[in-house]
Nanobody, 122 residues
Framework: QVQLVESGGGLVQAGGSLRLSCAASGGIFSRYSMAWFRQAPGKEREFVAAIRWNGGITNYADSVKGRFTISRDNAKNTVYLQINSLKPEDTAVFYC???????????????WGQGTQVTVSS
């Protein structure tokens, strides 16, 4: 079983930046595709970004392209999400996920963290 722990969320002003981290344990991290999803109050969980196990291929939701960057450090068993130019509509709980396939579909990821809150003020 894989355990994932997110960190790095917080309260920031619009236009600011955050870097989220997700530390993994209990699995062969280097062989998992990793992803970030987010869920705002009253909304469904939505795909944000994904990265293949070797970091060579990434995928982003259209709403975050050019602002968010996903990366991973397999030596540290950690995946990151650099978030720039934050907007109030980015406010959500951000979750990291690990899976066996490179995907933008939440149900294809069997392992999830507990989430970290990102709040963006106007």
């Amino acid at each position: 079983q894989v355990q994932l722990v997110e960190s790095g969320g917080g309260l920031v002003q619009a236009g600011g930046s955050l870097r989220l981290s997700c530390a993994a344990s209990g699995g062969i991290f280097s062989r998992y595709s990793m992803a970030w999803f987010r869920q705002a109050p009253g909304k469904e969980r939505e795909f944000v970004a994904a990265i293949r196990w070797n970091g060579g291929i990434t995928n982003y939701a259209d709403s975050v392209k050019g602002r968010f960057t996903i990366s991973r450090d397999n030596a540290k068993n950690t995946v990151y999400l650099q978030i720039n130019s934050l907007k109030p509509e980015d406010t959500a709980v951000f979750y990291c996920a690990a899976g066996y396939r490179f995907s933008s579909v939440a149900h294809e990821y069997p392992y999830w963290g507990q989430g970290t809150q990102v709040t963006v003020s106007s």
